[in-house]
């Protein structure tokens, strides 16, 4: 399918509230889903100014034959995205934006003459605050498997950037501006440039060198921290960000399992980790749940990351959709979903450290799926106190809840996220485990039996 006809396909599924704009573009049968994904983004986001400049233009009366949304894309495209080039799909509409070209520009530039601005960002409503969404830096991790953070920098600085240092506060972060860069002040290879940075089509980044990748997405790994060697489970693993950077944390030694049931998903991701030089995870098409815990093949598996299914609501997408808050009937069940999968994963017998995370700002996907699986496994696992020095903690609805890490615009600069992580209180006598492993923090610790742990609010009971 042409990218213009899966763009107008995926507005007008937004507009009749049949999912989210990712939902819809990773659903679609388009396959370069990032160029889809940005071309939808860009144009809802213009949406208002589209709609006025095509009104004024009389274009769908002129052309009755064009259907609103692929008109509002096609419109982007020609005065606010970069043309019509290649085989893009305008096919047969080409020639009729053309005869319309002129008219379309001159309703353009009225309409800022009339707004009193000159730049097209500038026709975007004034808003009395501005949106913290707009405010997100772009957040570069740098793949160690392939790099290193000093060799990244360096080719930065050749290229005209100017590195700042390490950031020292959010502060610094908001003050990002032009070509003007950061190393994070809490997580090592994470670089950060001002907003709308734009590094696709960077040599480092389509080499797999870099990963174009927010800061709250590169917690979960982060707080895994499984040592090399270690045998992973990434239950619910596409796109593969986060099944990336966990290759890197173990130097692709050891050995990752990483599942989804969509096969295109799946095939992208594939993709994804071949770019990135990942050699040490084993990908299958197959459901978490349907998983034996009980298998020989997962008998090694001491970490797991569980990203599952969310309702998406932190992404910052969806600021741009119309499609609201996601209704209490599709809340539980993903709830539900969330919670069988958390269960299944703890019931892992040699598994000693767990990351939940969703994209979600919702409490019934995050805390209260956290709290019932804890009341569900009494006396083996606890929240353990992640990144004391990170700002926006879980919501006190359970004793303990504070030890998770929660992540907004307003509060942390990245997009809306959850993150819950779960050890053992006493490490199975039965398993081969290494006799110490990773924290985030740059020492480690020796892991404690149950008897010499310190209690935790957040423990079950």
Not at 417 to 429: G, H, T, Y
Request: one cysteine or more.
């Amino acid at each position: 399918m042409a990218v213009y006809a899966a763009a107008a396909a995926v507005l007008a599924g937004v507009e009749s509230r049949q999912g989210s704009i990712k939902g819809l573009v990773y659903g679609s049968r388009f396959q370069n889903v990032k160029q889809l994904y940005a071309l939808v983004c860009e144009t809802q986001r213009f949406a208002a100014v589209l709609d006025a400049v095509i009104a004024r233009a009389g274009l769908l009366r002129a052309e009755k034959k064009l259907r609103p949304h692929l008109a509002k894309v096609l419109v982007y495209e020609l005065l606010l995205g970069r043309g019509f080039r290649g085989s893009g799909g305008a096919g047969r509409w080409k020639p009729v934006l053309d005869r319309h070209q002129a008219r379309l520009k001159a309703e353009l530039a009225r309409l800022k003459v009339q707004r009193g601005v000159s730049r097209n960002e500038d026709l975007l409503e004034a808003r009395s605050e501005p949106d913290p969404a707009s405010q997100v830096p772009r957040f570069v991790r740098v793949n160690t498997l392939k790099t290193c953070c000093e060799d990244a920098i360096d080719y930065f600085k050749r290229q005209g950037f100017s590195y700042q240092g390490r950031a020292t506060s959010l502060e610094d972060l908001r003050a990002l501006t032009g070509k003007a860069f950061l190393l994070d002040a809490l997580l090592p290879e994470l670089l950060v440039f001002p907003a709308r940075t734009d590094l696709h089509e960077h040599p480092l980044y389509q080499a797999g060198h870099l990963l174009l990748q927010d800061k709250a997405s590169c917690l979960p790994a982060t707080l895994l921290a499984p040592p090399p060697g270690s045998h992973v489970i990434d239950a619910c693993a596409a796109p593969g960000n986060k099944t990336s950077h966990v290759a890197a944390l173990l130097k692709n030694q050891g050995k990752i399992f990483a599942f989804d049931l969509d096969a295109k998903r799946l095939a992208s991701m594939a993709t994804l980790l071949v770019r990135a030089g990942v050699s040490c995870c084993e990908l299958a098409q197959r459901d978490f749940l349907e998983v034996s815990p009980l298998d020989p093949k997962y008998h090694q598996v001491q970490y797991i990351l569980l990203d599952p299914s969310c309702s998406g609501s932190g992404m910052l997408s969806r600021r741009l959709e119309e499609s609201g808050a996601p209704s209490k009937e599709r809340l539980q069940a993903l709830a539900g979903f969330q919670l069988r999968a958390l269960c299944h994963a703890l019931s892992f017998p040699a598994l000693r450290r767990l990351v939940y995370s969703t994209c979600s700002v919702c409490p019934e996907e995050n805390e209260n799926v956290v709290r019932e699986a804890l009341q569900q496994c009494p006396g083996t696992f606890r929240l353990a106190p992640a990144l004391p020095t990170w700002p926006h903690r879980g919501l006190a609805t359970f004793p303990g809840a504070e030890h998770c890490l929660r992540a907004t615009p307003e509060t942390t600069l990245c997009s809306g996220f959850f993150v819950a992580v779960l050890e053992r209180l006493e490490v199975p006598s039965s398993s081969a485990a290494p006799a110490e492993t990773s924290e985030p923090a740059p020492k480690k610790r020796r892991w404690r039996k149950a008897a010499a742990a310190p209690s935790s609010p957040g423990a079950a009971t």
